[in-house]
Nanobody, 114 residues
Framework: QVQLVESGGGLVQPGGSLRLSCAAS????????MGWYRQAPGEQRELVAR???????IYADSVRGRFTISRDNAKNTVDLQMNSLKPEDTAVYYC????????WGQGTQVTVSS
């Protein structure tokens, strides 16, 4: 059974930074494509960043240059470093395993506000 658990969310001021982490069990992240998604109130869930099993990455236009997705194979985690945060980054952030195993995490709240 695949289980993904996000952590690291919280309240931060505009311009600040947070680092989200997604810890996995029942799956080896090094062989799985992994994504970070977010969903703001009243909005659809959207892709923020993705890292393939080969290490290639893609980012949403709105976060490129500010967010960085990375994978720690030893810890079996996928992290999302978020810098220069803006109020519009406020959302619940979800980790997703996107193949060959599939699963969603439960989400972690990120609030950017002064």
């Amino acid at each position: 059974q695949v289980q993904l658990v996000e952590s690291g969310g919280g309240l931060v001021q505009p311009g600040g930074s947070l680092r989200l982490s997604c810890a996995a069990s029942g799956i080896f992240l090094r062989i799985n494509t992994m994504g970070w998604y977010r969903q703001a109130p009243g909005e659809q869930r959207e892709l923020v960043a993705r890292i393939s099993n080969s290490g290639s990455t893609i980012y949403a236009d709105s976060v490129r240059g500010r967010f960085t997705i990375s994978r720690d194979n030893a810890k079996n985690t996928v992290d999302l470093q978020m810098n220069s945060l803006k109020p519009e980054d406020t959302a619940v952030y979800y980790c997703k395993a996107e193949g060959p195993r599939y699963a969603w995490g439960q989400g972690t709240q990120v609030t950017v506000s002064s």
